[in-house]
């Protein structure tokens, strides 16, 4: 039997760690390397939408159908729901503004629905069924771009995966939340039947400059998590570069890009 997909969710509370670009471009790094990735933008914000589909007048791409529709409609194809992303080179379940709203729509307008119930999970193993049945391949990854606070969406994000990956800055907050975080994590493993695992801790936006705090603040994260945080050159450096990237990506040289091809490498070596 053919196996299942691998799921990752990209998660932090805090805002500004480099999320999306994580889900982004982890994605891409996994797929030059041959397995089949679609990234499902699970964020009302929808970041990952547009920086993965936008045009390059930089208008927002024209979306008939998004992963709410993928929530909300047990009869659609999810194969019916994924953009193609010729710039990453994947697969992208789209976000919409419609997203935002589907907690209130399943409450007040749909039927009784549990909200520990795993939807998104269901809905993203029957779409690799679906390409499976179609083409004779499966979906090797899913990457979920997860929203950036808890709720019922941030629920199905990790009630949908395997494992997490959580970007981190090297700042004090950052590093607090994922304390946070994980006290999080034990909550629901205590409620429902969930255990993912941490996949790693990565992190991003590091200045390599030695005149800043970084050795002292990579040095807390080594002694809090070390196990958990992937080799060094998998570390994401400030690129503006990158950030700026909108309609087309920096060259295979960029230091960010290195990072990345190298997360890339080390999540496909270490299968938990």
């Known amino acids: 039997m053919p196996a299942p997909p691998r799921i990752i969710s990209v998660v932090n509370e805090k805002g500004g760690v480099g999320k999306t670009t994580t889900a982004a ?14 990234l499902v933008d699970m964020d009302g914000q929808a970041t990952a939408t547009k920086y993965m589909l936008g045009r390059e007048d930089g208008r927002p791409p024209d979306i008939d159908r998004s992963v709410y529709d993928l929530l909300t409609n047990p009869d659609l194809d999810g194969l019916d729901v994924i ?14 503004i419609d997203l935002k709203t589907w907690f209130l729509d399943i409450v007040f307008e749909g039927e009784p629905v549990d909200l520990v119930e795993p939807i998104l999970s269901r809905r ?24 950036p606070s808890f709720g019922s969406l941030y ?5 949908a995966s395997d494992e997490l990956l959580i970007p981190v ?38 200045d390599g400059r030695r005149t800043t ?21 998998t570390y994401v450096p400030i ?30 070596e270490n299968d938990r």
């Not at 690129?239 to 999540?267: D, F, M």
């Open 25 to 38: 471009h982890l994605a891409r790094a996994i797929a030059l390397q041959g397995p089949t990735v679609v």
């Open 83 to 96: 953009r193609l992303s010729d710039r990453f080179q994947t697969g992208v379940i789209p976000s919409s």
């Open 124 to 147: 993203l193993d029957a779409t690799s069924e679906s390409l499976r049945d179609a083409t004779g391949e499966p979906i090797d990854f899913f990457l979920i771009d997860a929203p």
């Open 155 to 159: 629920l199905q994000a990790l009630m």
């Open 169 to 206: 800055t090297l700042e004090t907050l950052s590093i607090e939340g994922i304390y946070t975080f994980t006290e999080t994590l034990e909550q629901l493993e205590a409620t429902i039947d969930y255990e993912p695992e941490i996949l790693g801790i990565l992190p991003c936006m590091v």
């Open 213 to 233: 705090q970084t050795p002292k603040k990579l040095s807390e994260l080594r002694d809090a998590f070390g196990p958990l945080l992937p080799p060094e050159e």
């Open 239 to 268: 690129n503006s570069e990158l950030a700026q990237a909108q309609h087309s990506l920096p060259g295979p040289s960029n230091a960010a890009l290195r990072a990345y091809r190298n997360l890339g490498q080390w999540v496909l």
